[in-house]
């Protein structure tokens, strides 16, 4: 029924009232990174969870930056679901590895160096 609602509603000769479609994330998603700035006696940072849609968030919502500022080398991103307290043990064995994504970002040292060399550059 959707497909021809919507070829209805290109079509120039039916007339359909308008309705909004938007889809519903039913998992949780976040980023997972180490923290640059607190390092412990053994050299670890503590792990910065940052969510980016919650549970139920509609999509497409508004566009979602995240800034990464305190990095001054090259670092790694883990996209992951985030907390499933809404399956069981079963379901969580079914659904398998809640990694989604680890992204790898480099080449921060050559910028920074690059961009810190000229004069008047404060880094923030």
Known sequence: MGAVYQAAHLSKGFKVKKF????????????DFISAHSKDEAGAGRIIHRPIYPIKSFIPASKKVLSFT???????????????????????????????????????????????????????
């Open 20 to 31: 909004d479609v938007r889809d519903l994330q039913i998992f949780p998603v976040q980023v």
């Open 70 to 124: 305190s990095f001054t080398e090259d670092f790694s991103v883990n996209v992951n679901y985030g907390e499933m307290k809404q399956l069981n043990a079963d379901q969580l064995m079914e659904f398998g590895s809640l990694n989604i994504s680890e992204i790898k970002i480099s080449g921060v040292t050559d910028v920074y160096v690059r961009e810190t060399a000229k004069e008047g550059t404060v880094f923030k």
